[in-house]
Nanobody, 126 residues
Framework: VQLQASGGGLVQPGDSLKVSCVAS????????MGWFRQVPGKEREFVAA????????YYADSVKGRFTISKDNAKKTVYLQMNDLKTEDTAVYFC????????????????????WGNGTLVTVSS
């Protein structure tokens, strides 16, 4: 599976931004897509995830109510709509794909995902 993320950029606090991740090349299981983010010197942090079939969504507490993950199965694309962005949202955002089902408690664990895409940089600054 190849994943291509795009849509990052420089925005001001309070602005909105939408990033996308297109998946290709999968020939077998596909369970969910997730977004993680990472700041240099810090661990990769879970942001949100969505299951392909049921559309079940998961969010980190830090983004609940501000970020929305969605999917387009026909386009094999997952989106992350980010509203009311804060300076602390600045990071490289990575998309990841899980081939196999995982329990809800594992949605935020990077070990639940099998494939990772390139990152797209989101900078929130005044």
């Amino acid at each position: 599976v190849q994943l291509q993320a795009s849509g990052g950029g420089l925005v001001q606090p309070g602005d909105s931004l939408k990033v996308s991740c297109v998946a290709s090349g999968w020939n077998y299981g596909r369970y969910a897509m997730g977004w993680f983010r990472q700041v240099p010197g810090k661990e990769r942090e879970f942001v949100a995830a969505v299951t392909w079939s049921a559309g079940t969504t998961y969010y980190a507490d830090s983004v609940k109510g501000r970020f929305t993950i969605s999917k387009d199965n026909a386009k094999k694309t997952v989106y992350l709509q980010m509203n009311d962005l804060k300076t602390e949202d600045t990071a490289v955002y990575f998309c990841a794909h899980a081939n196999s089902p995982y329990p809800p408690a594992a949605a935020g664990s990077w070990t639940a995902y099998d494939h990772w895409g390139n990152g797209t940089l989101v900078t929130v600054s005044s």
